[in-house]
């Protein structure tokens, strides 16, 4: 009984977040029939520690499908569409020794579960450091290149371009237009989105660039960026659905490049 409603539900992509931020996914479409949407459930929660303390940023997830929620500050969790049937749940959070439990969704009705969860002492190894740690900002590089969102280039990288002009090493990023503008007397270099034109005055679409976290007038010469020498880093965002969220706002629809110099620049 058991494994046939965990084939069950994984067959729907069900989604479910914080009670700070609840939300509801769809159906699939050969499944949204009224009769099944009537008897969908929720299941309201929350976990606490042995002192009944809410505990925050515990996961719950349900084994045999993809749901896997988070505790808010409130300790409580919400997992909404939910097909009657049982489940095999399991509660985790670092530091504590996980729960789990089997149980029964009624159709078309709210389940109410409460967890709690038992502390643990967890003896960690000694920690040796071999080299100079990162800087807080190249930690946070390293972490989204590492996510494999966006184009990344590296000290090596950019010291294998052998380039004397940071505008020759946006050249090698394939999301990136380099485009000359001679509307003034010198010609200036600008980073457009392949989407876009070929001039900035025209029309065209503009990435926003930064320089170390700090957002640099668009449209932006290139050639005024550090020298390829001075640079830890770059990382390019094509489109504002890959932007990472500290970057991300207003006139940002055309992409971002971040720049970073060298710690000791």
Known sequence: MLSRHLLAAAAI?????LVSAQGTPNLPRARSDSSLLNRLAVIDGAVSDTNLNP????FVSIVGTKIRVGTGPNGKFRITKIPPGQYLVIVKRVGYRPASAVIEVPPADTLRLAYTLEQVSVALDPVVIAEKPLSVRMGEFYARRRAGVGQFMTTEQINQVNAVYTTDVMRRFT???VSPSRTTSLTQFFA????GGENPNLGACPMQVYVDEVPMP???NLDLLPSPRDLAGIEVYSGSATIPPKFSGFNRSCGVILVWTKDNS
């Open 13 to 17: 992509a069900v989604s479910a977040q």
């Open 192 to 195: 457009l989105s392949h989407r």
């Open 218 to 220: 668009t449209p932006f």
């Open 55 to 58: 505990l925050q940023a515990a």
């Open 175 to 177: 999301s990136v237009n």
